[in-house]
């Protein structure tokens, strides 16, 4: 049977070598746009602190899952999805256009979330949603450390990742503000004595959060860039952390049934037999979108097992609970999902 991933973040590289395991004759060929290895996104936050990143951020070289005979074609993306003909076509670093598949796995994963009102200063801010952005973020954090002084960071989104990176950049020195919409941290994730205990340990890192603001613009000021809400302060740079989009548009265009994310059944299919979705892009039946690792790992197992035969009655999520990666913090009550 001949498989095609899409995606070498934890969904597609789990299912991969979970699928050799089970099945030794299976052609398996993962594509992806990256070339630096198989990583961890969510160390992603953590990459400031770090003296290097490539020895805590990649788990494993492309080279070693090459080993595992599962053939890797780095720096190239799918562009469109042939149903009929059961073919996808590439383009990048690659001699081939495109492949054929029996069964088609998307784990493509999820972009940074932009505001519509942020939407038109894309060039005068940083996401960090990939390796690449964060060498980017440390490329320009170290040329004002060259400069013998500390960046002045805005970060725009109280969330999970907004308050991780804020905090991160703060124990390795920097000024940071925050700027979050709502009335408190991390309200989707934590109990309010949490959020308020969050503040405070980052408020005790020398992070200044600001509550209950609207950022309408973004504009630059000579070597500065200006946050604008009611309103105005000067800083280095600006981040964007308010969260992530699953990547719908490679499927949205093949047909597919799309909501929030690629919709699939409890077996992880999605409208058309041959495909199937993992991960952050995968919203199931009860519409729910699974963003956290120990999910994403679950159901990349599952859906090895099941398509060799071992799995029959559908995915259930796993009761878990999951921890932000906030220097000093440690919440009371762990947030279930």
Known sequence: MQVVIIGSGIAGVTFAEKYRALN?????????????????????????????????????????????????????????????????GLKGACQEKS????????????????????????ELFFCLNSLADLKTLRKFRQGILS???????????GGLI????????????????????????????????????????????GVDVLLNQSVHSIANEDDKVCVLTEAAAEFDAVIVACGFKPRTELAEQAGLAIGRGIKVDECL??????IYALGDVAELPNGKLYAYILP???????????????????????VFTTKAKVHGFEAVHPYHL
Request: aromatic share 6%.
């Open 24 to 88: 030794a004759d299976a052609e398996i060929t993962l594509v992806t746009h990256e070339n630096d290895g198989y990583y961890s996104r969510p160390l992603l936050s953590r990459g400031f602190s770090k003296d290097t990143i490539e020895q805590t951020i990649i788990l494993k070289p492309f080279d070693a899952l090459r080993e595992n005979r599962i053939d890797i074609i780095s720096g190239a993306e799918i562009t469109e999805i042939h149903r009929d003909s059961r073919t996808v």
């Open 99 to 122: 492949l054929n598949y029996d069964k088609l796995i998307i784990a493509q994963g999820s972009a940074a979330f932009i505001p519509p009102p942020l939407r038109p200063y894309h």
């Open 147 to 157: 400069q013998n002084r500390q960046p002045d960071w805005a970060i725009i989104g």
């Open 162 to 205: 907004g308050c991780e990176v804020a905090s991160d950049l703060a124990v390795s020195g920097d000024s940071v503000t925050v700027y979050h919409a709502m009335d408190r941290l991390m309200e989707r994730q934590l109990a309010e004595e949490d959020s308020l205990l969050l503040l405070e340990v980052l408020n005790h890192a």
């Open 269 to 274: 299919k999605s409208s058309d037999d041959h």
């Open 296 to 318: 994403i790992r679950s159901q990349a197992n599952w859906l090895a097992s099941h398509l060799a035969g071992q799995e029959e009655e559908g995915w259930k999520p796993p």
